[in-house]
Protein backbone atom coordinates (compact mmCIF):
# COMPACT_ATOMS: atom_id res chain seq x y z
CA UNK A 1 0.00 0.00 0.00
CA UNK A 2 1.12 3.32 -0.89
CA UNK A 3 1.52 6.24 2.15
CA UNK A 4 -1.10 8.89 1.16
CA UNK A 5 -0.03 10.99 4.15
CA UNK A 6 3.75 10.81 5.66
CA UNK A 7 4.65 13.05 8.45
CA UNK A 8 8.36 13.32 9.28
CA UNK A 9 9.83 15.47 12.48
CA UNK A 10 6.63 17.60 12.60
CA UNK A 11 7.78 20.56 15.18
CA UNK A 12 4.87 22.68 15.89
CA UNK A 13 4.28 25.88 18.75
CA UNK A 14 2.33 28.77 19.42
CA UNK A 15 4.21 31.85 19.76
CA UNK A 16 7.63 30.77 22.10
CA UNK A 17 5.82 27.74 23.16
CA UNK A 18 6.95 24.91 21.46
CA UNK A 19 3.99 21.94 21.37
CA UNK A 20 5.10 19.57 19.15
CA UNK A 21 8.88 17.77 19.30
CA UNK A 22 9.01 15.84 16.49
CA UNK A 23 6.51 13.47 15.18
CA UNK A 24 6.62 11.09 12.50
CA UNK A 25 3.97 9.06 11.53
CA UNK A 26 2.07 7.74 8.18
CA UNK A 27 -1.37 6.62 7.08
CA UNK A 28 -2.06 4.67 4.09
CA UNK A 29 -4.22 5.21 0.93
CA UNK A 30 -7.43 4.06 2.60
CA UNK A 31 -6.66 3.45 5.99
CA UNK A 32 -7.60 4.84 9.60
CA UNK A 33 -5.21 6.29 11.46
CA UNK A 34 -5.93 7.08 15.16
CA UNK A 35 -3.81 9.58 17.54
CA UNK A 36 -4.84 9.27 21.19
CA UNK A 37 -3.56 11.06 23.80
CA UNK A 38 -4.71 12.97 27.04
CA UNK A 39 -5.30 17.12 27.51
CA UNK A 40 -2.52 18.64 26.62
CA UNK A 41 -0.69 15.83 24.54
CA UNK A 42 -0.46 17.80 21.00
CA UNK A 43 -3.46 16.14 19.18
CA UNK A 44 -5.25 19.27 18.04
CA UNK A 45 -1.73 20.86 17.07
CA UNK A 46 -0.91 18.07 15.02
CA UNK A 47 -4.73 18.12 12.93
CA UNK A 48 -3.54 22.04 12.87
CA UNK A 49 -0.02 21.46 11.46
CA UNK A 50 -1.31 19.44 8.84
CA UNK A 51 -3.85 22.21 7.31
CA UNK A 52 -1.54 24.93 8.34
CA UNK A 53 -3.03 26.44 10.58
CA UNK A 54 -0.24 26.88 13.09
CA UNK A 55 3.60 28.02 12.31
CA UNK A 56 5.40 24.06 11.67
CA UNK A 57 8.88 22.72 11.07
CA UNK A 58 9.87 19.25 9.44
CA UNK A 59 8.19 17.47 6.90
CA UNK A 60 4.57 16.81 5.89
CA UNK A 61 4.12 14.53 2.62
CA UNK A 62 0.68 14.39 1.14
CA UNK A 63 0.81 11.79 -1.79
CA UNK A 64 4.62 12.66 -1.80
CA UNK A 65 4.22 15.97 -2.01
CA UNK A 66 5.62 18.21 1.10
CA UNK A 67 2.65 20.67 1.85
CA UNK A 68 4.08 21.90 5.34
CA UNK A 69 4.04 25.80 4.94
CA UNK A 70 0.65 26.10 2.18
CA UNK A 71 -2.17 27.59 3.59
CA UNK A 72 -5.50 26.47 5.06
CA UNK A 73 -6.93 26.88 1.71
CA UNK A 74 -4.90 25.86 -0.17
CA UNK A 75 -4.18 22.39 1.27
CA UNK A 76 -8.57 22.06 1.24
CA UNK A 77 -7.91 22.08 -2.29
CA UNK A 78 -5.79 19.23 -2.48
CA UNK A 79 -8.72 17.13 -0.53
CA UNK A 80 -7.91 17.46 2.98
CA UNK A 81 -11.26 18.11 5.10
CA UNK A 82 -10.57 18.46 8.43
CA UNK A 83 -13.23 18.79 10.95
CA UNK A 84 -11.77 20.92 13.56
CA UNK A 85 -12.83 21.23 17.46
CA UNK A 86 -16.21 22.57 17.91
CA UNK A 87 -17.10 21.20 14.43
CA UNK A 88 -16.99 24.33 12.31
CA UNK A 89 -20.37 24.44 11.23
CA UNK A 90 -21.57 27.55 9.81
CA UNK A 91 -24.26 28.25 12.63
CA UNK A 92 -26.15 31.47 10.93
CA UNK A 93 -26.85 29.61 7.59
CA UNK A 94 -28.81 26.14 6.74
CA UNK A 95 -27.92 23.04 6.90
CA UNK A 96 -28.23 22.80 2.51
CA UNK A 97 -25.99 25.78 2.59
CA UNK A 98 -23.36 24.13 4.78
CA UNK A 99 -22.94 21.26 2.50
CA UNK A 100 -22.81 23.68 -0.71
CA UNK A 101 -20.05 25.33 1.50
CA UNK A 102 -18.47 21.91 2.10
CA UNK A 103 -18.20 21.88 -1.93
CA UNK A 104 -17.39 25.13 -2.50
CA UNK A 105 -14.02 24.61 -3.69
CA UNK A 106 -14.76 21.72 -5.59
CA UNK A 107 -13.88 22.03 -9.86
CA UNK A 108 -16.96 19.52 -10.50
CA UNK A 109 -19.68 21.58 -9.58
CA UNK A 110 -22.19 19.93 -11.80
CA UNK A 111 -22.17 16.60 -9.33
CA UNK A 112 -22.61 18.85 -6.21
CA UNK A 113 -26.36 18.50 -6.16
CA UNK A 114 -26.33 14.48 -6.66
CA UNK A 115 -23.57 14.82 -3.72
CA UNK A 116 -26.30 16.38 -1.32
CA UNK A 117 -28.79 13.96 -2.28
CA UNK A 118 -26.61 11.33 -1.34
CA UNK A 119 -25.80 12.85 1.61
CA UNK A 120 -29.08 13.04 2.56
CA UNK A 121 -29.45 9.45 2.16
CA UNK A 122 -26.72 8.98 4.86
CA UNK A 123 -28.34 11.16 6.78
CA UNK A 124 -31.90 11.18 7.16
CA UNK A 125 -32.64 13.24 10.01
CA UNK A 126 -30.34 16.38 7.80
CA UNK A 127 -33.20 16.41 5.27
CA UNK A 128 -35.19 17.05 7.97
CA UNK A 129 -33.55 19.80 8.77
CA UNK A 130 -32.37 21.24 5.75
CA UNK A 131 -33.71 24.49 5.48
CA UNK A 132 -33.15 25.35 9.32
CA UNK A 133 -30.18 27.32 10.49
CA UNK A 134 -27.48 25.52 11.35
CA UNK A 135 -26.89 26.71 15.18
CA UNK A 136 -29.91 25.40 16.01
CA UNK A 137 -29.17 21.43 15.32
CA UNK A 138 -28.72 19.34 18.15
CA UNK A 139 -25.25 18.69 19.05
CA UNK A 140 -25.28 14.93 17.54
CA UNK A 141 -26.59 16.48 14.01
CA UNK A 142 -24.26 18.99 14.02
CA UNK A 143 -21.42 16.65 14.22
CA UNK A 144 -23.11 14.42 11.43
CA UNK A 145 -23.53 17.66 9.44
CA UNK A 146 -20.05 18.23 9.92
CA UNK A 147 -19.02 14.79 8.61
CA UNK A 148 -20.90 15.59 5.63
CA UNK A 149 -19.86 18.66 5.30
CA UNK A 150 -16.27 17.32 5.18
CA UNK A 151 -17.57 14.55 2.72
CA UNK A 152 -19.01 16.71 0.02
CA UNK A 153 -15.31 18.17 -0.79
CA UNK A 154 -14.74 14.05 -2.26
CA UNK A 155 -11.78 14.58 -0.04
CA UNK A 156 -8.78 12.35 -0.22
CA UNK A 157 -7.78 12.71 3.51
CA UNK A 158 -10.31 13.52 6.31
CA UNK A 159 -9.16 14.87 9.85
CA UNK A 160 -11.34 14.70 12.81
CA UNK A 161 -10.76 16.28 15.77
CA UNK A 162 -12.84 14.44 18.53
CA UNK A 163 -15.60 13.70 16.78
CA UNK A 164 -17.41 12.27 20.14
CA UNK A 165 -17.05 15.04 22.03
CA UNK A 166 -19.78 16.23 23.77
CA UNK A 167 -22.50 14.19 22.94
CA UNK A 168 -24.10 11.18 24.27
CA UNK A 169 -22.68 7.63 24.33
CA UNK A 170 -25.80 6.13 21.95
CA UNK A 171 -25.40 9.29 19.64
CA UNK A 172 -21.04 8.54 19.87
CA UNK A 173 -22.12 4.84 18.97
CA UNK A 174 -24.31 5.69 15.68
CA UNK A 175 -21.36 8.02 14.52
CA UNK A 176 -18.46 5.18 14.68
CA UNK A 177 -20.25 3.64 13.09
CA UNK A 178 -21.02 5.69 10.31
CA UNK A 179 -17.59 6.28 10.50
CA UNK A 180 -16.92 2.74 10.37
CA UNK A 181 -18.98 2.57 6.92
CA UNK A 182 -17.62 5.59 5.19
CA UNK A 183 -13.68 3.88 5.51
CA UNK A 184 -15.39 0.40 4.22
CA UNK A 185 -18.05 1.67 1.47
CA UNK A 186 -16.31 5.00 0.10
CA UNK A 187 -12.32 3.68 1.23
CA UNK A 188 -12.20 6.87 3.37
CA UNK A 189 -9.05 7.59 4.78
CA UNK A 190 -9.09 9.04 8.18
CA UNK A 191 -7.08 10.43 10.54
CA UNK A 192 -8.87 10.73 14.03
CA UNK A 193 -7.77 12.20 17.07
CA UNK A 194 -9.50 11.02 20.08
CA UNK A 195 -9.49 11.18 24.35
CA UNK A 196 -12.11 7.80 23.98
CA UNK A 197 -9.63 5.78 23.19
CA UNK A 198 -11.98 2.55 23.11
CA UNK A 199 -13.90 4.05 20.45
CA UNK A 200 -11.08 4.58 18.61
CA UNK A 201 -8.78 2.04 18.69
CA UNK A 202 -12.35 -0.56 17.10
CA UNK A 203 -11.83 1.74 14.32
CA UNK A 204 -8.78 2.37 13.50
CA UNK A 205 -5.59 0.29 11.25
CA UNK A 206 -2.51 1.71 13.23
CA UNK A 207 -2.50 4.10 16.72
CA UNK A 208 -0.14 6.69 17.93
CA UNK A 209 0.01 7.27 21.29
CA UNK A 210 1.00 11.01 22.38
CA UNK A 211 2.32 12.13 25.19
CA UNK A 212 3.51 16.00 25.90
CA UNK A 213 4.08 16.61 22.08
CA UNK A 214 6.33 13.45 21.50
CA UNK A 215 4.98 9.69 20.52
CA UNK A 216 5.69 7.10 23.31
CA UNK A 217 4.35 4.24 21.47
CA UNK A 218 3.25 3.15 17.81
CA UNK A 219 1.61 0.13 15.88
CA UNK A 220 -1.46 -1.67 15.00
CA UNK A 221 -4.43 -0.66 16.79
CA UNK A 222 -5.47 -4.15 17.76
CA UNK A 223 -1.46 -4.67 19.37
CA UNK A 224 -1.80 -1.74 21.20
CA UNK A 225 -5.34 -1.82 22.70
CA UNK A 226 -4.59 -5.44 23.79
CA UNK A 227 -1.09 -4.13 25.80
CA UNK A 228 -1.84 -4.15 29.16
CA UNK A 229 0.47 -1.84 30.26
CA UNK A 230 -0.45 0.60 27.91
CA UNK A 231 -4.15 0.18 28.27
CA UNK A 232 -3.68 1.46 32.19
CA UNK A 233 -0.89 3.93 31.94
CA UNK A 234 -2.08 6.03 28.98
CA UNK A 235 -5.31 4.91 28.34
CA UNK A 236 -6.98 4.84 31.42
CA UNK A 237 -9.35 1.64 30.97
CA UNK B 1 -54.71 64.02 5.94
CA UNK B 2 -53.43 65.49 2.39
CA UNK B 3 -50.93 67.18 4.03
CA UNK B 4 -50.07 63.43 6.03
CA UNK B 5 -49.76 61.88 2.88
CA UNK B 6 -47.07 65.01 0.97
CA UNK B 7 -44.92 64.45 3.97
CA UNK B 8 -44.53 60.99 3.65
CA UNK B 9 -43.95 61.27 -0.09
CA UNK B 10 -41.33 63.71 0.44
CA UNK B 11 -40.20 61.54 3.07
CA UNK B 12 -39.92 58.11 0.68
CA UNK B 13 -37.87 60.86 -1.61
CA UNK B 14 -35.45 61.55 1.37
CA UNK B 15 -35.34 58.42 2.23
CA UNK B 16 -34.32 56.92 -1.02
CA UNK B 17 -31.09 58.82 -0.79
CA UNK B 18 -30.68 56.98 2.77
CA UNK B 19 -31.54 53.81 1.62
CA UNK B 20 -28.91 54.14 -1.03
CA UNK B 21 -26.75 54.50 1.48
CA UNK B 22 -27.89 51.80 4.03
CA UNK B 23 -27.20 49.06 1.20
CA UNK B 24 -23.69 50.30 1.08
CA UNK B 25 -23.67 49.76 4.67
CA UNK B 26 -24.91 47.27 5.10
CA UNK B 27 -23.01 45.45 2.15
CA UNK B 28 -19.72 45.98 4.05
CA UNK B 29 -21.04 44.61 6.94
CA UNK B 30 -21.46 41.64 5.54
CA UNK B 31 -18.36 41.25 4.26
CA UNK B 32 -16.17 42.29 7.02
CA UNK B 33 -18.41 42.30 9.84
CA UNK B 34 -17.69 46.00 10.94
CA UNK B 35 -18.98 49.34 9.95
CA UNK B 36 -16.99 51.71 7.81
CA UNK B 37 -16.86 55.00 9.06
CA UNK B 38 -15.16 56.32 5.65
CA UNK B 39 -17.82 54.85 3.71
CA UNK B 40 -19.06 58.09 3.43
CA UNK B 41 -16.11 59.82 1.79
CA UNK B 42 -15.31 57.15 -0.34
CA UNK B 43 -18.76 57.76 -2.18
CA UNK B 44 -17.80 60.92 -2.16
CA UNK B 45 -14.72 60.89 -3.53
CA UNK B 46 -16.12 58.90 -6.12
CA UNK B 47 -18.41 61.04 -6.91
CA UNK B 48 -15.75 63.50 -7.74
CA UNK B 49 -13.97 61.62 -9.98
CA UNK B 50 -17.55 60.99 -11.87
CA UNK B 51 -17.75 65.10 -11.91
CA UNK B 52 -14.08 65.36 -13.15
CA UNK B 53 -15.03 62.96 -16.24
CA UNK B 54 -18.20 64.63 -16.91
CA UNK B 55 -16.35 68.09 -16.89
CA UNK B 56 -13.93 66.64 -19.96
CA UNK B 57 -17.09 65.91 -21.97
CA UNK B 58 -17.50 62.44 -21.00
CA UNK B 59 -21.08 61.27 -21.63
CA UNK B 60 -22.68 61.17 -18.30
CA UNK B 61 -23.37 56.83 -18.55
CA UNK B 62 -20.09 56.39 -19.64
CA UNK B 63 -18.56 58.47 -16.92
CA UNK B 64 -20.98 56.30 -14.41
CA UNK B 65 -20.08 53.50 -15.75
CA UNK B 66 -15.96 54.27 -15.29
CA UNK B 67 -16.73 55.63 -11.91
CA UNK B 68 -18.22 52.39 -10.81
CA UNK B 69 -15.40 50.03 -12.02
CA UNK B 70 -12.53 52.65 -10.83
CA UNK B 71 -14.25 52.85 -7.60
CA UNK B 72 -14.78 48.76 -7.11
CA UNK B 73 -10.52 48.42 -8.10
CA UNK B 74 -10.41 51.58 -5.75
CA UNK B 75 -12.31 49.71 -2.76
CA UNK B 76 -10.43 46.11 -3.49
CA UNK B 77 -7.09 48.26 -3.37
CA UNK B 78 -7.80 49.87 0.16
CA UNK B 79 -8.98 46.44 1.58
CA UNK B 80 -5.62 44.94 0.40
CA UNK B 81 -3.14 47.97 1.03
CA UNK B 82 -4.64 49.42 3.98
CA UNK B 83 -6.36 46.12 5.83
CA UNK B 84 -4.44 43.20 5.21
CA UNK B 85 -1.41 43.71 6.87
CA UNK B 86 -3.60 44.72 9.92
CA UNK B 87 -6.11 41.47 9.47
CA UNK B 88 -5.17 39.71 12.80
CA UNK B 89 -5.36 43.47 14.83
CA UNK B 90 -8.07 43.70 17.18
CA UNK B 91 -11.33 45.78 16.08
CA UNK B 92 -10.51 48.41 17.49
CA UNK B 93 -7.08 49.07 15.45
CA UNK B 94 -9.79 48.73 12.27
CA UNK B 95 -11.79 51.68 14.19
CA UNK B 96 -8.86 53.63 14.19
CA UNK B 97 -7.76 53.15 10.31
CA UNK B 98 -11.34 53.58 9.51
CA UNK B 99 -11.33 57.52 11.01
CA UNK B 100 -7.88 57.62 9.59
CA UNK B 101 -9.54 56.97 6.03
CA UNK B 102 -11.89 58.83 6.57
CA UNK B 103 -9.94 62.23 7.26
CA UNK B 104 -7.46 61.43 4.82
CA UNK B 105 -9.83 60.92 1.76
CA UNK B 106 -11.89 64.45 2.97
CA UNK B 107 -8.96 65.89 3.07
CA UNK B 108 -7.27 64.66 -0.57
CA UNK B 109 -10.84 65.38 -2.34
CA UNK B 110 -10.69 69.26 -0.76
CA UNK B 111 -6.78 69.61 -1.84
CA UNK B 112 -8.16 67.93 -5.27
CA UNK B 113 -10.92 69.91 -6.11
CA UNK B 114 -11.22 72.36 -3.11
CA UNK B 115 -14.28 72.93 -1.13
CA UNK B 116 -16.66 74.88 -3.61
CA UNK B 117 -20.17 73.52 -3.70
CA UNK B 118 -20.26 72.29 -7.00
CA UNK B 119 -23.65 71.14 -8.98
CA UNK B 120 -23.98 67.66 -10.50
CA UNK B 121 -26.12 66.66 -13.03
CA UNK B 122 -29.15 64.07 -12.97
CA UNK B 123 -29.86 61.13 -15.50
CA UNK B 124 -33.06 61.61 -15.00
CA UNK B 125 -34.05 64.53 -15.04
CA UNK B 126 -35.75 67.25 -12.30
CA UNK B 127 -39.01 67.12 -13.34
CA UNK B 128 -42.34 66.76 -10.86
CA UNK B 129 -43.13 63.51 -10.77
CA UNK B 130 -46.82 62.18 -10.78
CA UNK B 131 -47.56 65.92 -11.01
CA UNK B 132 -46.41 65.99 -7.06
CA UNK B 133 -44.04 68.62 -6.42
CA UNK B 134 -42.64 66.59 -3.43
CA UNK B 135 -41.36 64.03 -5.11
CA UNK B 136 -39.18 64.77 -8.93
CA UNK B 137 -38.44 62.62 -11.45
CA UNK B 138 -35.00 62.12 -10.21
CA UNK B 139 -35.87 60.89 -6.81
CA UNK B 140 -38.08 58.28 -8.43
CA UNK B 141 -34.92 57.30 -10.39
CA UNK B 142 -33.37 57.17 -6.83
CA UNK B 143 -35.89 54.54 -5.50
CA UNK B 144 -35.70 52.54 -9.00
CA UNK B 145 -32.43 51.95 -8.98
CA UNK B 146 -32.11 51.35 -5.19
CA UNK B 147 -34.65 48.53 -5.39
CA UNK B 148 -32.85 47.49 -8.53
CA UNK B 149 -29.54 47.64 -6.81
CA UNK B 150 -31.30 45.56 -4.30
CA UNK B 151 -32.90 42.92 -6.09
CA UNK B 152 -29.09 42.12 -7.70
CA UNK B 153 -27.54 41.93 -4.32
CA UNK B 154 -30.20 39.68 -3.25
CA UNK B 155 -29.69 37.28 -6.40
CA UNK B 156 -25.54 37.41 -5.49
CA UNK B 157 -26.00 36.13 -2.29
CA UNK B 158 -28.36 34.06 -2.22
CA UNK B 159 -27.80 32.19 -5.35
CA UNK B 160 -24.15 31.98 -6.67
CA UNK B 161 -21.73 30.60 -5.04
CA UNK B 162 -19.38 33.36 -4.77
CA UNK B 163 -21.95 35.37 -2.80
CA UNK B 164 -22.30 32.09 -0.44
CA UNK B 165 -18.87 31.93 -0.54
CA UNK B 166 -18.73 35.34 1.15
CA UNK B 167 -21.24 34.89 3.41
CA UNK B 168 -18.89 32.26 4.52
CA UNK B 169 -16.04 34.23 4.69
CA UNK B 170 -17.50 37.13 6.82
CA UNK B 171 -18.99 34.76 9.00
CA UNK B 172 -16.54 31.81 10.19
CA UNK B 173 -13.26 33.12 8.75
CA UNK B 174 -11.73 30.20 10.18
CA UNK B 175 -13.95 26.95 8.84
CA UNK B 176 -14.31 28.86 5.97
CA UNK B 177 -11.08 28.55 5.42
CA UNK B 178 -11.07 24.47 5.84
CA UNK B 179 -13.09 24.36 3.32
CA UNK B 180 -10.66 25.72 0.94
CA UNK B 181 -12.76 29.17 0.85
CA UNK B 182 -9.80 32.00 0.15
CA UNK B 183 -10.99 34.51 3.04
CA UNK B 184 -8.96 37.09 2.14
CA UNK B 185 -9.93 37.55 -1.59
CA UNK B 186 -13.87 37.34 -0.62
CA UNK B 187 -13.11 40.61 1.78
CA UNK B 188 -11.48 42.47 -0.63
CA UNK B 189 -14.10 41.74 -3.35
CA UNK B 190 -16.86 42.85 -0.38
CA UNK B 191 -14.88 45.96 -0.23
CA UNK B 192 -15.13 46.21 -3.86
CA UNK B 193 -18.87 45.57 -4.08
CA UNK B 194 -19.21 48.02 -1.47
CA UNK B 195 -16.99 50.92 -2.69
CA UNK B 196 -18.68 50.26 -6.04
CA UNK B 197 -22.16 50.50 -4.66
CA UNK B 198 -21.36 53.94 -2.33
CA UNK B 199 -19.84 55.47 -6.04
CA UNK B 200 -23.69 54.52 -7.32
CA UNK B 201 -25.20 55.94 -4.24
CA UNK B 202 -23.26 58.84 -4.13
CA UNK B 203 -23.55 59.83 -8.16
CA UNK B 204 -27.62 59.75 -7.19
CA UNK B 205 -27.35 61.82 -4.08
CA UNK B 206 -25.01 64.77 -5.39
CA UNK B 207 -27.74 66.06 -7.48
CA UNK B 208 -30.03 66.88 -4.30
CA UNK B 209 -27.53 67.61 -1.96
CA UNK B 210 -24.74 68.89 -4.37
CA UNK B 211 -21.14 67.92 -4.53
CA UNK B 212 -18.48 68.76 -1.49
CA UNK B 213 -16.22 66.91 0.33
CA UNK B 214 -18.74 67.11 3.46
CA UNK B 215 -21.61 65.98 1.47
CA UNK B 216 -21.71 62.57 3.11
CA UNK B 217 -21.30 63.81 7.09
CA UNK B 218 -24.78 63.68 8.07
CA UNK B 219 -26.15 61.54 4.90
CA UNK B 220 -23.89 58.49 6.31
CA UNK B 221 -25.55 59.02 9.99
CA UNK B 222 -29.06 58.92 8.19
CA UNK B 223 -27.41 55.59 6.35
CA UNK B 224 -26.41 53.97 9.34
CA UNK B 225 -29.44 55.10 10.72
CA UNK B 226 -31.07 53.18 8.19
CA UNK B 227 -29.16 50.01 8.31
CA UNK B 228 -29.78 49.55 11.89
CA UNK B 229 -33.01 49.93 12.07
CA UNK B 230 -33.47 47.47 9.33
CA UNK B 231 -31.35 45.05 10.22
CA UNK B 232 -27.08 45.27 9.15
CA UNK B 233 -27.91 41.89 8.31
CA UNK B 234 -30.85 42.28 5.75
CA UNK B 235 -29.90 44.38 2.89
CA UNK B 236 -33.50 44.65 1.96
CA UNK B 237 -34.09 45.33 5.62
CA UNK B 238 -31.65 48.26 5.32
CA UNK B 239 -33.32 49.58 1.99
CA UNK B 240 -36.76 49.96 3.50
CA UNK B 241 -35.21 51.39 7.00
CA UNK B 242 -33.37 53.94 4.75
CA UNK B 243 -36.77 54.58 3.48
CA UNK B 244 -38.61 55.00 7.20
CA UNK B 245 -35.54 57.31 8.46
CA UNK B 246 -36.26 59.50 5.80
CA UNK B 247 -40.48 59.14 6.54
CA UNK B 248 -40.03 59.56 10.28
CA UNK B 249 -37.63 62.70 9.85
CA UNK B 250 -39.65 64.45 8.10
CA UNK B 251 -42.84 63.53 10.12
CA UNK B 252 -41.35 64.60 12.99
CA UNK B 253 -40.38 67.77 11.53
CA UNK B 254 -43.71 68.65 10.60
CA UNK B 255 -45.83 67.39 13.45
CA UNK B 256 -43.30 68.14 16.18
CA UNK B 257 -43.50 71.51 16.97
CA UNK B 258 -39.81 71.79 18.90
CA UNK B 259 -38.26 70.02 15.66
CA UNK B 260 -37.11 72.02 13.38
CA UNK B 261 -34.13 72.04 10.87
CA UNK B 262 -31.73 72.33 13.43
CA UNK B 263 -32.93 69.34 15.29
CA UNK B 264 -33.28 66.83 12.17
CA UNK B 265 -30.59 65.47 12.53
CA UNK B 266 -30.66 64.25 16.49
CA UNK B 267 -33.37 62.29 14.84
CA UNK B 268 -30.88 59.46 13.36
CA UNK B 269 -29.76 59.17 16.52
CA UNK B 270 -32.41 58.52 18.60
CA UNK B 271 -33.58 56.04 15.73
CA UNK B 272 -30.09 54.22 16.17
CA UNK B 273 -30.22 54.88 20.18
CA UNK B 274 -34.21 52.85 20.32
CA UNK B 275 -33.86 50.41 17.99
CA UNK B 276 -30.47 49.02 19.72
CA UNK B 277 -32.45 49.01 22.82
CA UNK B 278 -35.58 47.71 22.02
CA UNK B 279 -34.95 45.32 18.55
CA UNK B 280 -30.80 44.47 18.44
CA UNK B 281 -31.05 42.62 15.39
CA UNK B 282 -33.16 45.51 13.88
CA UNK B 283 -36.49 45.25 12.70
CA UNK B 284 -35.71 42.71 9.61
CA UNK B 285 -32.37 41.31 10.67
CA UNK B 286 -32.07 37.69 11.30
CA UNK B 287 -31.44 37.14 15.21
CA UNK B 288 -28.40 34.83 15.19
CA UNK B 289 -29.36 31.49 17.28
CA UNK B 290 -26.91 29.25 18.23
CA UNK B 291 -26.63 26.40 20.90
CA UNK B 292 -23.56 26.86 23.41
Redesign the interface.
Known amino acids: MTKLLEVKGLTAGYGQVRVLHGLDFSLDEGGVTTLLGANGAGKTTTLRAI?G?VKAGGEILFEGKNILGK????V??LGV??I?EGR??????TTE?NL???A??RKD?KNVQKDIDKMYDHFPRLKQRRLQ?A?????GEQQMLAIA?ALM?RPRLMLLDEPSFGLAPLVVKEMFEILTALNKEENASMLIVEQNAALALGIADDAYLLETGSIVMSGPAKQIGADENVRRSYLGY | MELLFQQILAGISTGAIYACMALAVVMIYQAIDHLNFAQGEMAMFSTFIAWQLIEKGVPYWLAFLITVVVSFIGGVAIERIVFKPIEHAPVLSHVVIFIALYSVINSMAGFIWDFTVKSFPSPFGSSPLFGSTLISSHQGGMVAVTLGLLLLLYLFFSYT?VG??M??AA??P??????????SWMTALGWGMAAAIGSIAGMLIAPVVFLEPNMMISILLYGFAGAVLGGLTSPGGAVLGGFAVGVIENLAGTYIPVIGAELKLPIALVVIVVVLVFKPAGLFG?V????V
Not at chain 1, 71 to 74: G, L, R, Y
Not at chain 2, 288 to 291: A, I, L
Open positions: CMSTEDARAHPGTFTRMELLGISQQGTLSGRL | SLARAANASARLVGIRVRVVSR
